[in-house]
């Protein structure tokens, strides 16, 4: 009479050991699945660092970016993150824009001063402003960080006219991080007059698993 017993002991035992590892594996394969596209995410996050510095080299060194043969050799180095030479195609996207500071001397290039030289009906005296824009990829991964170029003539170069950037709002830039040039009592800071500042933006699809959903990574070189 006490085997019976033993063995429904036993058997109760399994089938407990059974529920629990069932309710273990319900927390267990989800935490197993979201540190793989961690750490998948973690390598494309690194990618895009170096997309966006390699971009923001070539584009400083007046690359020409609008050329097709260039685009390539963009998608190429981004192959990893699948950039795509063909707009709107692919997971990943480098937007190139070049910024300068509007001075008196960038209000003369644009053809907005008075007589004396002195800054007349130039709007965005005194801010950035952008004046090359180009995307490689596809664009609705991600925005720049910095704005968009509106209301202004974007030629096949990428490049902004100045008597657009001098003069029309959507040519200003959201970016204030470098003070322009002054000098001070002998002391100089910031940029010279006409500095130009190169920025590449690298931003990519994240890799996602259910439960787990992906956003994008982003990185900036600023040159």
Known sequence: MKKPTIQKRRTGERGASMIEFTFIT?????LLIG?????????????????????????????????TG????LANIGSSLNLSATPGSGSSVVILSALTYVDKSACATGGAVDSHGN????????????????????????????????GVTINSD????????????????????????????????GLPSGQVLYIAEA???????????????YAFGLF
């Open 26 to 30: 319900f927390t267990l394969v989800p």
């Open 35 to 67: 540190i793989g596209v961690i750490g998948v995410n973690l390598v494309r996050t690194l990618q895009t660092e170096q997309l966006a510095r390699d971009a923001g080299h070539m584009f400083a060194r007046n690359a020409d970016f609008s050329a």
């Open 70 to 73: 260039n685009q390539q050799i």
């Open 119 to 150: 800054p007349s009906g130039c709007t965005n005296f005194g801010k950035w402003v952008f004046t090359s824009r180009l995307t490689v990829g596809n664009s609705s991964v991600r925005s720049s960080a910095i704005g968009t170029p509106s």
């Open 158 to 189: 990428g490049s902004i006219a100045a008597s657009d950037y001098v003069t029309k709002a959507g040519a200003v830039a959201n970016f204030s991080a470098i003070n322009p040039y002054k000098n001070v009592s002998g002391t100089i800071t």
């Open 203 to 217: 931003a990519a699809q994240e890799y996602s698993l259910p439960p787990y959903t992906g956003g994008s990574t």
